[in-house]
């Protein structure tokens, strides 16, 4: 049972480049979720989706754009990276009383 | 002021302590409760839920204040596997858990 998946574990971006971080469920969640981690922020959450076709701006949404076209996927993208975006980032599936359930992460540098 | 607050330590505590943790919540609509252990570099993984009535895991305990918006975690016998960060998180509307930043414990032998 794999659980959430997120592709890639690390990249480095230059500044300007855009890419897609992909977050796979197979437990059928209908809420999913995508999070930045940084030293000392703790985890802050930048969008989320609530069922399929759906998704609401979190609490740092700018700079970034995600698609749920899919029940069991959730695509995070940056257009244009800016070093302000090196980060950690998580996603995270729940059903509806559930904790969260994480993968395991993607580490992105922009340089 | 942060919606979920959480002393960010470190705790060092010797090993077969017990330590207890607090987290603060501001949104009185909060209706779910979360502890989660975060280990280095790695994603964090539940713990164990709050219910209003306390939740008791092994050497682990949490308990939730409603009246003074607050949940603790109790960890008897500390291990040092028990040596992590520990996310407290509160869920409000739309599913979504705010987290607090954090607290460190160290357990040293």
């Known amino acids: 049972n794999a659980g959430v998946t997120q592709t890639p574990k690390f990249r480095v971006l230059k500044t300007g480049q855009s890419m897609t971080l992909l977050c796979a469920q197979d437990?059928?969640?209908?809420?999913m979720y995508w999070y930045r981690q940084d030293p000392g922020m703790g985890l802050r959450l930048i969008h989320y989706?609530?069922?399929?076709?759906?998704?609401a701006k979190g609490e740092v949404p700018d700079g970034y754009n995600v698609s749920r076209l899919k029940k069991q996927n959730f695509l995070l993208g940056l257009e244009s990276a800016a070093p302000s975006q090196t980060s950690v980032y998580f996603c995270?599936?729940?059903?509806?009383?559930?904790?969260?359930?994480f993968g395991s992460g993607t580490r992105l540098t922009v340089v | 002021r942060k919606e979920v607050e959480q002393d960010p330590g470190p705790f060092n505590v010797p090993e077969g302590a017990t330590v207890a943790f607090n987290c603060t919540y501001s949104?009185?609509?909060?209706?779910?409760f979360f502890w989660y252990r975060q280990d280095c570099r790695k994603e964090p993984k539940l713990l164990m839920s709050?219910?209003?009535s306390g939740n008791e895991d092994g050497r682990f305990t949490a308990q939730l204040n409603r009246a003074s918006q607050y949940i603790s975690l109790l960890i008897r016998d500390s291990k040092l596997s028990d040596s992590a960060t520990y996310l407290c998180?509160?869920?409000?509307?739309?599913?979504?858990?705010?987290f607090g930043s954090g607290t460190r414990l160290l357990v040293r032998p």
């Open positions: 995270a599936s729940s059903g509806e009383e559930s904790g969260y359930t």
């Open positions: 437990m059928n969640h209908e809420y």
């Open positions: 989706s609530v069922g399929e076709g759906t998704t």
């Open positions: 949104n009185s609509a909060s209706q779910s």
């Open positions: 709050v219910y209003s």
């Open positions: 998180a509160a869920r409000g509307s739309s599913y979504k858990l705010i």
